[in-house]
């Protein structure tokens, strides 16, 4: 069974960092292309972040600056590394990646932004 799974959101105060992972199992095919997404309460999805398979990247205006996507294709893992994080960078984070031409979605991980 094909899985993503993402790992690493948690609680941060204000101004701090933390690096989103997303593994994809359950395949042979590596994640080459790829995006973040998130949706905070009472609002809806999305998107923050997304890697072609060339690597060109592109951003919500948003977290520009602060957030980068990256991929590993050896380990089939899909990064976000979030800097300077704000209250409003409170959701949770979804990844998603076409695998063997079908599109995964990850179940989320939860990122809290409070002092």
């Known amino acids: 069974q094909v899985q993503l799974v993402e790992s690493g959101g948690g609680l941060v105060q204000p101004g701090g960092s933390l690096r989103l992972s997303c593994a994809a199992s359950?395949?042979?095919?590596?994640?080459?292309?790829g995006g973040w997404y998130r949706q905070a309460p009472g609002k809806e999805r999305e998107l923050v972040a997304v890697i072609t398979t060339v690597g060109s990247t592109n951003y919500a205006n948003s977290v520009k600056g602060r957030f980068t996507i990256s991929r590993d294709n050896g380990k089939s893992t899909l990064y976000l590394q979030m800097n300077s994080l704000k209250p409003d960078d409170t959701a949770v984070y979804y990844c998603?990646?076409?695998?063997?031409?079908?599109?995964?979605w990850g179940k989320g991980t939860l990122v809290t932004v409070s002092s």
């Open positions: 359950g395949t042979i095919f590596s994640i080459n292309a």
């Open positions: 998603n990646a076409r695998l063997g031409g079908v599109l995964y």
